[in-house]
């Protein structure tokens, strides 16, 4: 069965619109009346803002951990998402994903089966994608950008299972923040030495030899196979250690 959620709405079969949100908003083709919808578009991005400070305000201290949607549950990156869900309940954090399969379903699944709080934030996208079932608290969002405040504003850190495109782009924003001083004491702990290496040896081999960032921008990224490090990284953090 089709099924897609447009923001909190859940459309299937014949009534899934096949345009998202983002795209109508960024898509500068097309006749001029957009000059008169924006203005109106504006509520509707307040009123995402309005719903995810609602929804996390009493969240407490809290983890997101991004990684592949694309690995299924015989993946060993699986198995390792659920165990940082779990042993980062059991440190005392609540765990935020974004809500998807993969990685996020194995972290979301940790968290909850250690009776902790397992938080989910999805996105409208043009294919099918709900809530994994081991999320507890799940918002959806129509924009990215009110999404990534979300992660942003409520995680202490972020935890970083091999992923794709969407898994980069927040480690990166995340980086870019911290390198930028608008978050501060925020760890970012890339999980799996063999997937990530790669990815660090051109970042320091290729862009920090042509001088296009600088060695401690590579200094706050953190690579490890190892959990507990993961979980004493991000307790050092809440707990106000410098990193």
Known sequence: MRSKFKGPVLQRRSQVDPETTDQRLLDSRGPTDWVHQDPWRVLRMQAEFVEGFGALA????????????????DDPTYALGELVGRRLVEAGFAVITGGGPGAMEAANKGACEADGLSVGLG????????????????????????????????????????????????????????QTGKITSFPIVLVGTSYWQGLLGWLREVALAHGTIRAEDLDRLVVTDDVEEVVARM????DGGVL
Request: charged residues 20%.
């Open 235 to 238: 307790v050092e953090a809440r």
């Open 123 to 178: 996105i409208e996208l043009p294919y099918e994608q709900d809530l994994n079932e081991w999320v507890d608290v799940g918002v959806n969002f129509r924009y990215f950008f009110a999404r990534k405040t979300m992660f942003v504003k409520y995680s202490q850190g972020f935890v970083v299972l091999p992923g794709g495109v969407g898994t980069l782009d927040e480690m990166f924003e995340a980086l870019t923040l911290v």
């Open 58 to 73: 009493e969240l407490g201290p809290a983890i997101a951990v991004f990684g592949s949607a694309r690995i299924g549950v």
